[in-house]
DNA sequence: CCCTGATTCGC
DNA sequence: GCGAATCAGG
């Protein structure tokens, strides 16, 4: 896809929003990166922005309100271990359990809505079993992460690869340094 | 490691 | 003009 008029309309408009490089990117479809962005970007002359609204830099996602005290601390006591705290213990108190009483399809998991996570949290690590209709508001990604770092989900036990414009740190990862 | 924008340069 | 690769930084 090419910068047709109403894409460069868009980029506009969201990079004065404040919204990042790889945020436009997401949001406009097509295989854009954050890099076509951010070339196209410099290549309208409007670098600067007004301001930066966008609280990224840190954690995309949600701190306990209370009871900062255990990072394991939920509302509610449900089955659901993640792992995108710090601390993440593993789900042993509970692997045993959900291995049994889920003989049923894996797509019949319920993960709750508060722990799934939407294209732009979602991490080369985090599972990318999709919840809901892609075309619905509600439409989210398992988002389970191992302590490991590798993409196993101990709801879906396996994930589908996505290629991602982070596969070039992925291959340095595994590779070394230039 | 996660991420950000800036720049270069072959196409 | 385009954008991947790279650079520089938080």
Redesign the pocket.
């Known amino acids: 896809?090419?910068?047709t008029d109403e894409r460069?309309e868009l980029l506009k408009k969201l990079?004065n929003q404040?919204?990042?490089?790889?945020?436009?990117a997401a949001e406009l479809a097509g295989?854009?990166?954050?890099?076509?962005?951010?070339?196209?970007?410099?290549?309208?002359g409007l670098?600067?922005?007004a301001k930066?609204p966008?609280p990224?830099?840190?954690r995309?996602r949600k701190a306990p309100t209370r009871a900062p005290s255990h990072p394991m601390s939920h509302t509610h006591s449900a089955p659901v271990v993640r792992g995108n705290l710090a601390v993440a213990p593993k789900a042993m108190p509970m692997a045993a359990p959900i291995m049994e009483l889920a003989p049923t399809p894996m797509t019949d998991v319920v993960i709750p809505m508060s722990e799934r996570v939407t294209i732009?949290?979602?991490?080369?690590?985090m599972c990318r079993w999709p919840h809901g209709d892609p075309t619905s508001e509600d439409f989210r990604f398992c988002g389970a992460k191992s302590p490991t770092?590798t993409p196993y989900c101990n709801f879906h036990s396996q994930v589908a690869y996505q290629p991602s414009?982070?596969?070039?740190?992925?291959a340095?990862?595994a590779g070394g340094m230039?």
Request: hydrophobic content about 40%; charged content about 25%.
């Open positions: 896809m090419s910068w460069v990079w404040g919204l990042s490089a790889s945020q436009i295989g854009i990166t954050r890099n076509a962005v951010i070339g196209k970007v410099h290549r309208l670098s600067g922005r930066a966008a990224q830099q840190a995309p732009m949290e979602l991490r080369e690590s770092g414009m982070d596969r070039r740190r992925a340095a990862r230039r």
